[in-house]
């Protein structure tokens, strides 16, 4: 089945220790997004890709970067990682940009920071 | 201004009852996208159903509905004969393309707990 798939499902790292995230898929969709979700509350947008061209939030701490190697993968760069990072990071593909379009998101990683 | 509000922060409903998840949204942009995305404890956002700007009947899915009231700005999500795998977090999410670049933006949710 098409999907998106996101790894690590649970990432634990320390203080400081950069660390990354990584998402696939396999809908050949032309947007990827990475959102950022803490305990129950909205995900929050960090930043997208339109095919090549990247797009930062204006909010995205410097800490949070993004690659976007190939259609079909996505990565999020935590440079120094600190204590309010922990949160779930949700990966998201859309076909593209129109307003009747679906987002499909991945299952999520978990990320705790000690 | 909030552009997604989800007034219920908690909602409880009996086994095999309807519930209906508040959403009332702000745009200005003649041409949007709702959604609804219901998240279990796992954390998948999983997409149940969307209606558009200009559709003129209300979006179902198999036990979802969306009453769209465009004049009224709202989205409710209807469930019908709830189910105990229907306790989750519901998310209402809106799409606009001409003033947010086609970017969504979600309410804060409601958690869902189904009795039974």
């Known amino acids: 089945d098409a999907m998106v798939i996101q790894n690590p499902r649970y990432q634990v790292t320390q203080f400081g220790k950069p660390v990354t995230l990584s998402c696939s898929q396999t809908?050949?969709?032309?947007?990827m997004y990475w959102y950022q979700q803490k305990s129950s509350q909205a995900p929050k947008l960090l930043f997208h890709?339109?095919?090549?061209?990247?797009?930062n939030e204006a909010d995205t701490p410097d800490n949070f970067q993004s690659r976007r190697p190939n259609t079909s993968f996505c990565f999020l760069d935590i440079r120094s990682p600190g204590l309010g990072d922990a949160a779930m990071y949700l990966c998201?593909?859309?076909?593209?940009?129109?307003?009747?379009?679906?987002?499909?998101f991945g299952p999520g990683t978990r990320l705790l920071v000690l | 201004a909030q552009k997604i509000t989800q007034t219920q922060p908690g909602m409880f409903v009996q086994e095999k009852e309807a519930v209906t998840l508040d959403c009332t949204y702000d745009?200005?942009?003649?041409?949007?996208?709702l959604f609804w995305y219901k998240q279990p404890s796992s954390g998948e956002m999983i997409f149940l159903i969307y209606q558009g700007s200009y559709d003129q009947q209300n979006a179902t899915e198999g036990r979802y509905s969306l009453n769209f009231q465009k004049a009224r700005k709202s989205a409710n999500l209807v469930i019908s004969a709830s189910q105990l795998g229907d306790s989750a977090m519901y998310f209402c999410a809106m799409r606009e393309v001409n003033t947010n670049a086609g970017k969504s933006t979600f309410g804060d949710g409601t958690t869902l707990t189904v009795k039974p």
């Open positions: 745009t200005s942009d003649p041409s949007y996208g």
């Open positions: 890709y339109y095919d090549k061209d990247f797009n």
């Open positions: 809908l050949n969709h032309n947007v």
């Open positions: 998201a593909t859309s076909r593209d940009k129109a307003s009747e379009e679906t987002q499909y």
